[in-house]
């Protein structure tokens, strides 16, 4: 069975990048089909794509965040992160790593991880 878990900082201050790891076990990102996605919900707030690696180690990011995601993987340890540069206070949010075999479909979520943005 697939399980997927998000690591990372609790809280990161404005400007700065925030780095966030999904370590995936059950399965090799490296599989064909599927997509490894990076989401967000901000407290209040609906659902946000952020961006994907396929099982190409292309990546897909939302036009949105306007360049500000950088997405890769290291296959040796089955784990893809997020980097999110000059975050603000508006980036508070439960980020979650999900597989799917779209950018838009997901099947297995991770539990999700608490970020906050603050000075």
């Known amino acids: 069975q697939v399980q997927l878990q998000e690591s990372g900082p609790g809280l990161v201050k404005p400007s700065q990048t925030l780095s966030l790891t999904c370590t995936v076990s059950?399965?090799?990102?490296?599989?064909?089909?599927?997509?490894w996605n990076w989401i967000r919900q901000p407290p209040g707030k609906g659902l946000e794509w952020m961006g994907a690696?396929?099982?190409?180690?292309?990546?897909f990011d939302s036009p949105s965040l306007k360049n500000r995601t950088s997405i890769s993987w290291d296959t040796s340890k089955n784990q893809f992160t997020l980097q999110l540069s000059a975050v603000l206070p508006e980036a508070t949010a439960v980020y979650y790593c999900?597989?799917?075999?779209?950018?838009?479909?997901?099947?297995?979520w991770g539990q999700g991880t608490p970020v906050t943005v603050s000075s």
């Open positions: 059950g399965d090799s990102i490296t599989s064909i089909y599927y997509f």
């Open positions: 690696i396929a099982d190409s180690g292309g990546t």
């Open positions: 999900a597989r799917g075999l779209s950018s838009s479909t997901w099947d297995t």
